[in-house]
């Protein structure tokens, strides 16, 4: 099964649970005006990631031989999860995909939005902050941006290869069409070099990397 065929049949389950959608609040080119940093709307309205997950998992869930693990309420990376799934593939080297979901309301940092974070073999490896990044309204683009960027994070595991690369206050990944690297401190400088250390390790390689990391490696589950 191809990448596109996937996509489109988790657009279609999507489609299926009727929650709404909303354009980018502002023209193309404006920027967001002060305020907006600092205020969110509607603390609800990013439930649509929710059905975004579900709407993988049930796609996902119909593969063959793939097991859909359920999770009850997780914390990790310093967010505290309602709920989860653990989606295993039966294709050897492949790594288990965890879709974590956070509700709205109120937390010890303040209101917060509803989140979706994807992580990889388990919670307390996450690929980045979660969607949206930001509840904010200045950083909302509309909806349809976002359940994109959902569906190409989840693409680019399940279409592997992909590495994950992490070290102390910082990780970096890799897949065949793109990368990035994140990290408050300890991030090193040569992001070429960290990508193509990804690569190698993609390739079955064994190259010298980064001081006190750790890499996970997965295939794609779409191997025959």
């Given at each position: 099964m191809s990448p596109d065929v996937l996509r489109a049949r988790v657009a279609d389950a999507y489609d299926r649970l009727g929650l709404p959608s909303w354009p980018p609040p502002r023209p193309e080119g404006v920027e967001p005006r002060d305020e907006e940093y600092s205020r969110v709307s509607d603390l609800h309205k990013y439930r649509v990631v929710h059905g975004r997950a579900h709407a993988w998992t049930e796609v996902l869930g119909a593969l063959p031989g793939v097991v859909v693990e359920r999770l009850g309420p997780v914390t990790a990376d310093r967010h505290a999860f309602a709920r989860g799934v653990r989606i295993v593939s039966p294709v050897p080297g492949t790594l288990p995909l965890v879709l974590l979901e956070r509700d709205?309301?109120?937390?010890?940092?303040?209101?917060?939005?509803?989140?979706?974070?994807?992580?990889?073999?388990?919670?307390?490896?996450?690929?980045?902050?979660?969607?949206?990044?930001?509840?904010?309204?200045?950083?909302?683009?509309?909806?349809?941006?976002?359940?994109e960027n959902i569906d190409d994070q989840v693409l680019s595991v399940v279409a592997g290869p992909f590495v994950l690369l992490e070290g102390k206050g910082w990780k970096a990944t890799w897949y065949p069409d793109g990368g990035s690297m994140e990290g408050d401190t300890g991030a090193p400088s040569d992001f070429s070099a960290v990508m193509r250390a990804c690569r190698a390790l993609a390739d079955g390689g064994a190259p010298r990397l980064p001081r006190s990391s750790t890499a996970l490696v997965g295939r794609s589950w779409l191997d025959d």
């Open positions: 709205a309301g109120p937390t010890e940092h303040g209101d917060a939005v509803d989140l979706l974070q994807v992580a990889l073999q388990d919670a307390s490896h996450p690929l980045d902050h979660g969607h949206p990044d930001c509840g904010c309204d200045a950083c909302d683009f509309g909806s349809q941006g976002l359940l």
